[in-house]
T-cell receptor, first 111, second 116 residues
Framework: DAMVIQNPRYQVTQFGKPVTLSCSQTLNHNVMYWYQQKSSQAPKLLFHYYDKDFNNEADTPDNFQSRRPNTSFCFLDIRSPGLGDAAMYLC??????????FGPGTRLTVL | AQSVTQPDIHITVSEGASLELRCNYSYGATPYLFWYVQSPGQGLQLLLKYFSGDTLVQGIKGFEAEFKRSQSSFNLRKPSVHWSDAAEYFCAAVDGVPNSGYALNFGKGTSLLVTP
């Protein structure tokens, strides 16, 4: 089945230690998104790639970066994680901004 | 400002009872509308969507939603709830601007508890 895959499902890192989260998709969608979801809150868009074009949300901290080396893969880099960055990180994809399909998420813990 | 409102933070229903989750939107023009469900520790699963046309939309798992332009609402319904329906439900909207990333604007979610 076509799907959105996120690895790892659970990630533990230390305060200030860089971490990379991975997303891959077999849907061949041209748009990929990263959302941050804190406990008991709605997901919040961090940024998205429309094809190769990177679009950052205005209030996304500089600590968060993203890479999309090809259509299928997208990475979320957190350069210096703080305690406030502990959250579920959700990857989603869409075709030309149509319906978004989400992966299972990566739960990030910062010690 | 564009917004999506889910007035009920928590809802409790008995198994087998009917369910209605409320969603209201505030947009200049009718947005695209979605309902997603999230089980604990999981990603979001699309239940149904409304872009245009028939205002009663059928989704997966026996859910349906009705778009009412006059009330700016897109309420989710299910005639008979199962214990497995216990989850967090998010209503979301997208401003259909062509060639954009269509960022989803989520409501705060409604937590559904199903009792025996």
């Amino acid at each position: 089945d076509a799907m959105v895959i996120q690895n790892p499902r659970y990630q533990v890192t230390q305060f200030g230690k860089p971490v990379t989260l991975s997303c891959s998709q077999t849907l061949n969608h041209n748009v990929m998104y990263w959302y941050q979801q804190k406990s008991s809150q709605a997901p919040k868009l961090l940024f998205h790639y429309y094809d190769k074009d990177f679009n950052n949300e205005a209030d996304t901290p500089d600590n968060f970066q993203s890479r999309r080396p090809n259509t299928s893969f997208c990475f979320l880099d957190i350069r210096s994680p703080g305690l406030g960055d502990a959250a579920m990180y959700l990857c989603a994809t869409s075709r030309d901004g149509d319906t978004q399909y989400f992966g299972p998420g990566t739960r990030l813990t910062v010690l | 400002a564009q917004s999506v409102t889910q007035p009920d933070i928590h809802i409790t229903v008995s198994e087998g009872a009917s369910l209605e989750l409320r969603c209201n939107y505030s947009y200049g023009a009718t947005p695209y509308l979605f309902w997603y469900v999230q089980s604990p520790g999981q990603g979001l699963q699309l239940l149904l969507k409304y872009f245009s046309g028939d205002t009663l939309v059928q989704g997966i798992k026996g859910f349906e939603a009705e778009f009412k332009r006059s009330q700016s609402s897109f309420n989710l319904r299910k005639p008979s709830v199962h214990w497995s329906d216990a989850a967090e439900y998010f209503c979301a909207a997208v401003d259909g601007v062509p060639n954009s990333g269509y960022a989803l604007n989520f409501g705060k979610g409604t937590s559904l508890l199903v009792t025996p």
